[in-house]
Structures are given as C-alpha cells and as structure tokens.
C-alpha cells in the first residue's frame, strides 16, 4: 500500500506548497502527497515558487485548498509547518514541523524563502526514507 502525506499551514500558498513539492520530487510516486490550508489564501507565495523553481520544481500552478476532512481521516501522516496552522480531528496523529523561520533574524526575501525550502527539504528527505523502508 502507498504511503500517504497532507501537508498543512495556514493559506497552503507557501510552506506546505513547497513541502508537497518537495516530497513528490523526492518520492516520486511512491508516496502520496497532499497539501492544505487552514485558512486557505488565493495563490502560491510568489517567493515560495521562485525559491522551488531554482530546484526545477513547479508549483505555479496549485490553487490553494482548505483542509478535506475525508483526505484528512485517511492519511497516514498528516505534517503541520510552522507554529500557526493547527489541525485539531479526533483520531488524527498531527506531527509539527517548526520550520526555521529567517525573518526572526532578520532575514526576508528570497533568501528567507532558500532557507525554508533547504530546511523543508531535509526534513522531506528523511520522510521519504522514513516512508519508503
């Protein structure tokens, strides 16, 4: 049975976006990846998607999504990024992924978003091990 992931932040515009792009290009399509907002926004974070394009990921394209509560209760992890989206369901194992956030240290911009995607793609990268062993 194929693993499968739903990642959520807030507007699902940027970090889950990358996460899910990150993991499909990591996985191929040996893991089933999913993303979601809390309180989904209108578009992708125009530095999120130049940031992923460096790594010749395109995410575009993706229309932001609320959370689906029938996805949500089938997944077999669901992953928050950052300390502000929460996903609150009975019987759903929610790990938090307290991403690096550059702008604490003054850090924004493009540079900002290269340091989120880098931190995101460690952890991808050992969830995808995690998943596929």
Sequence with gaps: ???????????????????????????????????AGTRPGTAVNTLSAQALAEVGIDITDHVPV????????????????GREAVVDAAGVNVINWDTDEPSERGIDGIERMRLVRDDITARVRNLSTELTQ
């Design 66 to 81: 609320g959370i689906d509560p029938v996805l949500l209760a089938r997944v077999d992890k669901v992953i928050t990024l």
């Design 1 to 35: 049975m194929t693993p499968s992931v739903l990642f959520v932040c807030v507007k699902n515009g940027g970090k889950s976006v990358m996460a899910e792009g990150l993991l499909r290009q990591a996985a191929g399509d040996t893991i089933e990846v999913h993303s």
